[in-house]
T-cell receptor
Framework: SQQGEEDPQALSIQEGENATMNCSYK?????LQWYRQNSGRGLVHLIL?????REKHSGRLRVTLDTSKKSSSLLITASRAADTASYFC???????????FGAGTRLFVKA | DTEVTQTPKHLVMGMTNKKSLKCEQH?????MYWYKQKAKKPPELMFV???????INESVPSRFSPECPNSSLLNLHLHALQPEDSALYLC????????????FGPGTRLTVT
């Protein structure tokens, strides 16, 4: 069963705009990760945020984590056409070593 | 070398065939994973190997048989598959079985006829 659920399922924006994707999960976690996947190829790890962290930045990426609401958001600022991809959140859960991916958000950035 | 390689890229097999998928990494990672991904769905964990020992088997049918010959190699042996097994099979590796910052291969696109 999926641990993480994401919304929106799909997002279409213009180049230069910001894109925000949300992820909710069900059980306590050790960390939450975000991955990107281009056109059914391998996934690329973007960023990891631990359960005791609230916000993390990496380049144009900003991730927040609210453990009380069991939710996370990924913000991509100043989007580019090359950001077009599917984005997945991935969680483990305390006591296990199993990565479970959310349903994903398909982002389309128009040039 | 921060790459995970997978062969073959594409595979078409009949339901009576036996084939193998291969995965290799040279990053010194001690955990390796097999995922199955159907179109427009997230990857689903199948197996986890930690220090060359099977750590997690997500109730995968026995027609899928994983093997980890050494710390750099991971195989997935396929036998008597069903058409519904057609999917993208992804291999990944990470430092350890906590699974943080996994590196993924490009996948093998499997079609079962």
């Amino acid at each position: 069963s999926q641990q993480g659920e994401e919304d929106p399922q799909a997002l279409s924006i213009q180049e230069g705009e910001n894109a925000t994707m949300n992820c909710s999960y069900k059980t306590s976690i050790n960390n939450l990760q975000w991955y990107r996947q281009n056109s059914g190829r391998g996934l690329v790890h973007l960023i990891l945020i631990r359960s005791n962290e609230r916000e993390k930045h990496s380049g144009r990426l900003r991730v927040t984590l609210d453990t009380s609401k069991k939710s996370s958001s990924l913000l991509i600022t100043a989007s580019r056409a090359a950001d077009t991809a599917s984005y997945f959140c991935a969680t483990d859960h305390t006591g296990g070593f199993k990565t479970i991916f959310g349903a994903g958000t398909r982002l389309f950035v128009k040039a | 070398d921060t790459e995970v390689t997978q062969t073959p890229k594409h595979l078409v097999m009949g339901m009576t065939n036996k084939k193998s998928l291969k995965c290799e990494q040279h990053m010194g990672h001690r955990a390796m994973y097999w995922y199955k991904q159907k179109a427009k769905k997230p990857p689903e964990l199948m197996f986890v190997y930690s220090y060359e020992k099977l750590s997690i088997n997500e109730s995968v049918p026995s027609r899928f048989s994983p093997e980890c010959p050494n710390s750099s190699l991971l195989n997935l042996h396929l036998h008597a598959l069903q058409p519904e097994d057609s999917a993208l099979y992804l291999c990944a590796s990470s430092q350890d079985r906590r699974g943080e910052g996994q590196y993924f291969g490009p996948g093998t696109r499997l079609t079962v006829t």
